[in-house]
């Protein structure tokens, strides 16, 4: 991939990652898929089948549709596409099945909406700021973080392989923080309304926008060191910002009110019984709290992308339920940061490489060992390699602890999947792999959290005005 | 799935055909004693994949046989492995073929091309990028030991370290009797280098060590075979068999074209199939050996290889469609130099075995390793703008025709027109084979289409690479250095 950025001239090169990833992404398709596979095929099924009124209560299959009302008419509009490659898949009693027409038209609806993951990352390339970069065009911020975020593989892997929807999703989230960049705040707060309203899974980064947009939008000018000029409050734009969450959720939960299934459908997207709701909003009211505490001195859209990232990675540590993939919730809105500063670009680093071994769990069949092993160590290895090529003048990106942990990475892949099936415990202690694995990994990521928290509090203000 | 750089998923069928005799070469020479390795027997029916490459394949098979009876013996227990297939049995034969892929042929392919002079270091790693992104190696999984080796081979002759390029090349010939597609430029560069050194002198020394060199590699592979002649004879009947007549399938050559319009399989004697093929091959390739042995250069020496291999593919006996990649590696080594004809004969090669890989359900990698490899080399060379005269090494031999055909200066046009007319033509035949049912009575047409397209083009890159040897004089070289 590299020499094919090497050989493009001009601006040519965008176009040629991602050429390249999606023709990776179409030899993806014959791979393991999970169950998330049929999970996409019975909403497709319903959402064509059933009359709206009739989608959140269809419980034939046990995967009921547990995303909000946008997803759902996503879900309705592939469905007309997908009944020109094999009516069947829309039939709501066909459980699991899976032809290979269906199994090609779902992975080329998963390569085809990526083309907003694409678009957005174009976007987020221009709030790069390149000018202290090298003339060599691979090693240019913005070459580095579209490789980074276009061929990331947390993402192919979850995407292409494992099977979700998350392209395009994160595509609108990486959308609106390159419009909160580019100071076009309206329209950040618009796209990340909407993007709620397709996987509720986003509210755990929900406060940080919401404490800057009040912070930066709603206050229009600061004291000269700083800090809120309290008498600069505009209410007209807290009223505009109001509104458009307001309609789009009317937009999304309307149809719902109308038909008195509000509490069935919160039900579906929240789902837990009396008694967990305080084991589930505590964490979050916590990590709530800890991003809050800042709220006076978080200036500029980076301070913002900190904040954002330190909220899903405090959800993602001490939230409830939560699923490894939602690691490439702060993954990728870091990489936004590694190409700025060489402090972020080491957090980065750990954060992406512990988080991505996290999700190796994921593909346990014996054909995707192979492509996992090979797919993560050229990721790996690019990204820390540009990294470091970008960071060069700086003082190293890593101490010798960091390192040590990263490459203990390495011994702990062979021995849980290369030398543990030939040993005794096999029998015993079958899930000594995946302990080890997370653990080691949960200390990897910690570690990253406490490492950006401290970088976040340290920040000096003066450099933060600067920024702005 | 071979190559790192591209991951064709693990769901794709193995090619059953060439995955169960590499199984089954593993069970017969971990459970059999040497002697009977080639030997039909009620333990070994040679009907049922037998062994009919040299002994080093034999060798290989028995220690990844090792392996496998380390991680699971049912795998290549006698009788009851047959037809054995599972995930993790798929795995294992798969890493064996990568590992091997990435000690010998990798490595091969990024020296030569560190070693590639004039050019700089982007370049540089374009070139070895296109190469290794070629889809019919990657596509091909399995056996592709005999081509890093033979690539090993020509690096070592060409930076002049002959006693190592030689040994690498001789273990090659031993890994698959087909390198001996590539001998003939081998010997002739060789000797070439020695008549330069003067048979007096140290070009007789050099002679006597390659002689050594030589014999020493083929007695210590063959040491097991050597002790009887019926050994050695049963093997080479393996090796050879010339009982199985000019062409079995479709395969782009000669033959097999020719056949649509007389079926020589059946008019001519079998003994005189062998003779006129035989002497069509050598007609062939003799002018751009005799000259590589009368100038010995590296340039020539890897043309040469191109053309000889082409000559072998088009006019030998029992050629296979997979052995179109003995061509191909020769062509990827020379893909600096003509970047546009390599590319595009590289394109043809892969649609050669279009028949092959639909049999394997490989279409969609197909398309998807073609296009990536398209692009990759569209742009690190930008071919299209590299179409004259001058680049495709057509100078001298237009300035010839000139002389007498003043009006012959059209040559890079034809070229480029032929280009489009060929990936049109290309592209039509892949759909068609691929949306339409063949005609109930002409069941064999979309694949004997293919095979007669190709082999087309092939006779036309014949006469191409044929040219170029012939007219690569010094006198063009000198004039080179002086513009």
Redesign the interface.
Known sequence: M???G???GGG?WFS?LA??VT??K???????HSTDFEVHRNWLAITHSLPVSQWYYEATSEWTLDYPPFFAWFEYALSHVAKYFDQEMLNVRNLNYSSSRTLLFQRFSVIFTDALFVYAVHECCKCIDGKKAGKELTEKPKFILSVLLLWNFGLLIVDH?HFQYNGFLFGLMLLSIARLFQKRHMEGAFLFAVLLHFKHIYLYVAPAYGVYLLRSYCFTANKPDGSIRWNSFSFVRVISLGLIVFLVSALSLGPFLALNQLPQVLSRLFPFKRGLCHAYWAPNFWALYNALDKVLSIIGPRGFLRCLILCALSSFLFGWHVHEKAILLAVLPMSLLSVGKAGDASIFLILTTTGHYSLFPLLF???????KI??ML?FTTYSISSLKTLFRKEKPLFNWLETFYLLGLGPLEVFCEFVFPFTSWKLKYPFIPLLLTSVYCAAGITYAWFKLYVSVLSDPPSSKTKKQ | ?LN?L???????PPMFGDYEAQRHWQEITFNLPIKQWYFNSSDNNLQYWGLDYPPLTAYHSLLCAYVAKFINPDWIALHTSRGYES??H??FM??TV?IADLLIYIPAVVLYCCCLKEIST?KK??N??CILLYPGLILIDYGHFHLGFALWGVLGVSCDWDLLGSLAFCLAINYKQMELYHSLPFFCFLLGKCFKKGLKGKGFVLLIKLACTVVASFILCWLPFCTEREQTLQVLRRLFPVDRGLFEDKVANIWCSFSIFLKIKEILPHHFQIIISFCFTFLSLLPACVKLTLQPSSKGFRFTLVSCALSFFLFSFQVHEKSILLVSLPVCLVLSEIPFMSTWFLLVSTFSMLPLLLKDELL??L???T??FF??CA??FSIFEKTSEEELQLKSFSLSVRKYLPCFTFLSRIIQYLFLISVITMVLLTLITVTLDPPQKLPDLFSVLVCFVSCLHFLFFLVYFNIIIMWDSKSGRNQKKIN
């Open positions: 590299a020499a094919l090497i050989a493009m040519n040629a050429l390249g023709l990776l179409c030899l993806l398709i014959p791979t393991y392989i069949t014996a054909p995707e060992l192979p492509t090979l797919l050229l | 799935m790192p591209s991951h064709p998923g693990a769901g794709k995930q993790a798929k795995l798969r890493t990568l982007k790693v374009a070895a990028l969609m990698p398309v998807v390793t296009i990536a692009i990759a742009t690190s």
